[in-house]
């Protein structure tokens, strides 16, 4: 008799639904606080607050609505081994149309299309409507319905260049692996994370977004110069534009060894007032660097896939888990998908302790950014950017804790006050 593996999937699945919305449900009646934490009184604008407010409130209800849909659907397929037949109809189909079914990989491949085909009819409203109803509404969306469908292509013809490869790579070494599958699939994956770092910002990234250098001027002047004070390889600066899709803000690095390269979103230089606000949110991004929160993370980040693959060449022969799941054969894909489902609460705690590290990373560059003499400027780019973005004011402590990677804003105010205090002490 096999053991209840399904149920105990559905079980995870329906208590960690409650457990989340339980969250959710704290920090909705945080966001509809109706004055500002007493740190950013004074600080922050009531014009700014009250439409940060009407902007998190709406987001929190679609969050409702899209959360229940999803679980629901999630649901409903397992409990109803959809899987199973989804599995079998792909089959038949790549069949129908001239393919050998009983090669795995064309098998596979077949399903993912149909995967891909339903994930993107399902989700196509929620996206619509997070665009251009919430987004729009509150000043944010900067996306014609065409760019948008001309974004939704691009990202399927990548999914189609890119993915069959990948999938016939992970089948060839799950049926081959023997003993050190999960070496060889780390390895893969390993390989695979430094190639698509390497051509994600040359490649891809500019079929979506426009990079172009950041002029001559007293920015590129200041930035240049902070970056040579910290030794920091910096080969290209340049600023894309966000602004064409979103006047959301933002900031990031990219790049290996001595080939470091910083990308400033136009939305963060129309937003914050003077050029020393920009330079110290790179500071604070240089601060990761320095740190090397970047390295930590990567390690991190790879530690846990190679546990993961651990895991599952544990469960991947198990006959009696395929058959709960209503499978008679054990395709290499599907046991990949089963054992992702298995290991919810464990991916859940993982997650939630990578986002305590995380907020510790943000403090610690921060404290970086402000030993460098920016603390006057940090403080006021991350009111700037906290306003500009509409970002939550109230929180919910524990699902702040939960959920998010960066400290909110009053966390990170305190703490450089706090750190200003110790100093003068």
Known sequence: MALPYLEAVLCFMILMYI??????????????????????????????????????????????????????????????????????????????????????????????????????????????????????????????????????????????????????????????????????????????SLLMMTIYPIVIAPLFNKFTPLPEGVLREKIEKLAASLNFPLKKLFVVDGSTRSSHSNAYMYGFFKNKRIVLYDTLIQQCSNEDEIVSVIAHELGHWKLSHTVYSFVAVQLLMFLQFGGYTLVRNSKELFESFGFEDQPVIIGLIIFQHTIIPVQHLL???????????????????????????????????????????????????????????????????????????
């Open 19 to 192: 457990f989340e919305t339980y969250l959710d449900i704290r920090q909705h009646r945080a966001l509809k606080l109706p004055t500002l934490p007493k740190p950013l009184i004074g600080v922050i604008s009531g014009e700014k607050f009250e439409r940060s407010r009407a902007y998190s409130l709406d987001k929190s209800k679609f969050h409702f609505v899209h959360e229940a849909v999803t679980i629901l659907m999630d649901i409903t397929i397992l409990y109803y081994i959809v899987l199973p037949w989804f599995w079998k109809k792909s089959g038949e189909l790549a069949t129908n149309v001239g393919l050998n079914a009983e090669n795995e990989i064309i098998h596979t491949l077949a399903f993912l299309a149909g995967v891909m085909v339903w994930s993107q009819i399902t989700d196509l409203p929620f996206s619509l409507y997070s665009t251009f109803v919430i987004e729009a509404k509150h000043g944010f969306n900067k996306q014609t319905i065409w760019l948008f469908i001309r974004d939704m292509i691009k990202g399927i013809l990548l999914s189609i260049l890119f993915g069959p490869p990948i999938v016939a790579a992970i089948i060839i070494i799950v049926q081959n692996g023997g003993p050190y599958l999960a070496i060889y699939l780390w390895g893969f994956m390993f390989a695979l």
């Open 351 to 425: 997650s939630f302790c990578l986002n305590l590290v995380s907020r510790a990373f943000e403090f610690q560059a921060d404290a970086f950014a402000k030993n460098l003499g920016y603390a006057p400027q940090l403080r006021a780019s991350l009111v700037k950017l906290q306003e500009e973005n509409l970002s939550a004011m109230n929180t919910d402590p524990w699902y702040s804790a939960y959920h998010y990677s960066h400290p909110p804003l009053v966390e990170r105010l305190s703490a450089l006050e706090d750190s200003d205090s110790k100093k003068e002490d």
